[in-house]
């Protein structure tokens, strides 16, 4: 009861002050009558009695103020009137506030749109139940991660005791046929666990169960979870979907479950449709069972903590038993990687994503700072309306308050248009992102973005106003202001000339970053890859369904879609490869030598394997170093024929002619291949890393048949313009076999570095921001100290210096202090710039071409920036100044 | 000469309020009087002080407020105790009672 009284009392008073004014008058009026009733009553003249009466209660207006001071609605009112205040002061002087909201706007908004990218991707939860237990496991070959075998998750499965729950995971592209319209799915191939894995639950039907996931048998049965989206896609959100069967590469499967709607497969974000592995569990050596192509993830028990669960994983690796044997190529003799599946999802792009989240910060520092100096400026001018309202009674708090509530209302006004810019920036942000930035659909602008930016404000708000608000009071000292205003006006100097230093040694700090990032990107691109990358389009085709299950049927479908691309006019050459460098791809072997014996230690399954086509070198442009390149005689039956990389051939074959070595590829028991040639090395990863080892062979002289090859087509000119025609040609061949992936090659070579040039875009745009502020800053400052020292550049005319000497006096002022920045900009650029090692490339983060170049550059625009004061000064006529004030 | 102190002790306005308007309603400077009154002019009730304290209480919920008609045909403001503000006075003097007592009993182990 009584807080509804204080509330409605004091919405009451609100609303209608004048009212609640008038009970108080009323109730005092009362008072005095009785009291001077009471006088009179004892014996007092009408005229005594009041003035008695009057005397006893003393001030009527004190005694209506202190009755009135009650309530929570006067905090309302002082809060209300400092805000209309704030307003008033920025609509007086519009443009002082759309600088300091603009700037801060920059600050607030580069920082908003960061957090949105950054707080999901690395600071959020996965969206699993408990997701901080789930571990990705890879085997660690040479220290490297590679895929693991599916014996060694047999063996993991059976032998650790620190997981809950273990699933093996790889993709595959089922094509959905017998409709209308056949389309090429995401899907993945999964052990039965895997959602229990995970933690989800399908939201319809039933999940799969280890009677689901036997031995692959010809004529199935085979099973099928589905997500919400294909379900809603394809299938009009069909609930009697359930049960029946679908149609995947002509081959019945029946659908068991859908998932939820919210589910996110943050492993592979474009999956739609699951599948049992159906792997063998008596893992035939020659199977696919031990190759290393599989994903592997587990969710370790509550009460084990990871680094136990690491420790069991290698104690594993270390003894094999019996019952489990290892083949050599999955020998586990460098243990395990397991992480959790949040360090290991976002490990690629922590170092661009932490970088760029750095740059932002000392972005908005920048901007507060401009602000803080800029309120400065201001807080000279405001010195004599500070001092009235001191001797009017403004108490210090009260000062204080009002200055903050000025800043405050910046720092919204910057806020708001922050979130404006973050959300229209938003779409180029996120075209920015490299592809492999995980869970890049919940980057949005939503409520914890905003809170995020709201609080940012508030924040700056306050601390942009803290340093004002002390020099204002101070200035604001009654009777102390005049005598003391010398000094007061020097510690002003003093603080607005730290703060320039302090922006110019920061815009320094953010420059040298992005010049480092642009060196490294240039040097990168300046990387041979090995390869021509111009006027190359490159472009996926996958066969699917029963009849691409015999192996001449897939050579034969090849090579009839190569015959019919070579056709399409402005074509010069074309091949297929079975992974193309910069794709992703990663199908790695080990390779034996027979000259070589082993065990070698540098034997890791880490050779690339590339299938192809002759004539896939010269279509390439990947040249010839010795020996002669696969052509058309290297065909099944014939002697096998292998071409290796020239890193390889040296590192692994010191001092021997490679040409005629024999090698193994995969499986000691396999058959041996003879080096008919040596090419030049390619990067298949990345431009950063060039010399990993390759070995070509032809398709056909491959043990198994290849379901998905690139075909590298080369044009004269305008390659992309081709990609129709070719679409037309391989469509006359086979119009089921869709055709995805299409790119062309320096197109991929420029997304294969997109995590560098992401933080290199927005380092620059960063460091242009700055550098304009950290300009602005010097600019004003020099501008204001100019203005109040014409008096004494008069007298310095008048006393014969002349405007050569003035000029160089106030260029002199400016320098110095962007000397100071940039001294001690260097020292933070050479701590901070450590940060950046793992984006750099070929350069140090020391390189002195850089912090020279950014030295140069920051003093060239300090120059510029202080140049229109010193002229300005240097025009000072000594009767004018001797007028002035 | 020294005046003597005629200042209410330091907390207890609310409770001689509450004590004062318990017997009846009153308006403000009939609580004053009655105050005086009943304390032989030992306390004088500072009015800004009083209405203040009024306007607290009442905000607190202890004291209801209603404008009437006085004896003399004039509007005044009256004050009178409610369920709350008893309880509350019973606290208080409870409390009050508690401490005095300790109090005196200080004052007189010193002698």
Known sequence: MSLWRQLSRGVRALINRPAADRDIADEIDQYLDDAAAAFEASGLSPEDARRAARQQLGSVTATREQVRAYGWENVVETTIADIRHAVRRVRRYPSQAVVAAFTLALGIGASTAIFSAVNPVLFQPLPYPDSGRLMLVWDAQGGARLDVTFGTYRELLAR??????????????????????????????VSADFFRVLGVRPALGRDFEAADDQR???????????????????????????????????????????????????????AEIWSPLMYDTALPLN??????????????????????????????????????PRPQWAALQDGFIANSLQSELTRSVKPALLAVAGAVILLLTI??????????????????????????????????????????????????????????????????????????????????????????????????????????????????????SMRIASGHQFTRRSLVVAQVALALVLLVAAGLMLRSVQRLFAMPPGFNP??????????????????????????????????????TAVAFTSQLPLTGDADQWGVHFESVPRPAADEACDCYRYAVSPGYFEAMGVPLRAGRALDAHDVDGAPLAAVINESMAKRRLPGVDPVGQRLHIGPNSGPWFTVVGVVGDVTQTSLAVNRSDAVYITAEQWRFADNARWLVVRAHRDAAALTPAIRRALASVDKDQPVIRVATMDERVKISAADRRFALLLFEAFGITALILAAIGTYSLLSGSVTERTREMGVRAALGASRFDILTLVLRQGMTLTGIGIAIGIVGAGLASRALVTL????????????????????????????MPAWRASRVRPSVALRFE | M????????????????????????MHGFG?????????????????????????????????????????????????????????????????????????????????
């Open chain 2, 31 to 111: 609580i004053t009087r009655r105050v005086e009154q009943v304390s032989r002019g030992v306390f004088k009730v500072n009015p800004g002080s009083l209405l203040t304290a009024l306007n607290r209480l009442e905000r607190a919920g202890w004291l209801d407020a209603e404008w009437r008609q006085t004896a003399n045909s004039r509007r005044a403001k009256y004050y009178s105790l409610t369920r709350a503000g008893k309880k509350q006075l019973e606290e208080e003097t409870s409390n009050w009672s508690r401490r005095a007592s300790a109090v005196a009993r200080i004052l007189k182990t010193e002698g």
């Open chain 2, 2 to 25: 020294d005046t003597p102190n005629t200042d209410v002790i330091q907390g207890t306005l609310d409770m001689l309020i509450l004590k004062t308007l318990s017997l009846e309603p």
């Open chain 1, 216 to 270: 692959f048998q010809p004529n199935g049965p085979f099973v099928a979870i589905i997500s919400d989206t294909l379900w809603r896609r394809r299938f009009n959100a069909d609930p009697e979907l359930l049960g029946r069967q679908i149609s995947l590469n002509d081959v019945p499967v029946t659908v068991i479950g859908i998932m939820p709607a919210g589910f996110e497969h943050v492993l592979s974000p474009t």
């Open chain 1, 840 to 867: 750099l490339f070929g350069i140090t983060p020391l390189d002195a071409i850089t912090y020279f170049s950014v030295a140069l550059l920051l003093t060239v625009v300090s120059i510029v920036a202080c140049a």
């Open chain 1, 534 to 571: 111009n006027e190359l389009l490159t472009l996926q085709v996958q066969t699917a369904g029963q009849r691409f299950r015999d192996a001449g049927t897939t050579h034969r479908f090849f090579a009839q879609a190569l015959e019919a691309v070579r056709q399409v006019p402005g074509v």
């Open chain 1, 367 to 484: 901007a507060c700072v401009n602000v803080t100096n800029l309120l400065l400026a201001q807080g000279a001018a405001r010195r004599s309306e500070l001092l009235v309202r001191t001797a009017l009674g403004a108490s210090r708090s009260r000062i204080t308050r009002q200055l903050l509530a000025e800043t405050l209302l910046l720092a919204s006004l910057g806020g708001i248009l922050g979130i404006v810019l973050a959300h229209t920036t938003m779409d180029a942000l996120l075209a920015l992102t490299p592809p492999e930035l995980p869970r890049a659909s919940v980057i949005t602008i939503d409520n914890s973005v905003l809170a995020f930016a709201a609080g940012l404000s508030l924040l700056i708000g306050l601390l942009v106003g803290l340093l004002p608000a002390r020099h204002g009071f101070n200035a604001g000292v009654p009777g102390g202001a005049p005598q003391h």
């Open chain 1, 160 to 189: 650790s005791h620190s997981f809950e729950s273990m699933s093996v995971m790889r993709p595959v592209q089922p094509t959905l046929t017998r409709v209308a319209e056949p389309e090429r799915l995401d899907g993945q191939y």
């Open chain 1, 287 to 324: 199977g696919r069972e031990w190759g290393h192509h599989l994903r592997l993830v587990g969710r370790v028990r509550p009460d084990i903590d990871p680094e136990s669960a690491r420790q069991e994983l290698d104690a594993i690796a270390r003894t094999t038993l019996a019952e489990y």
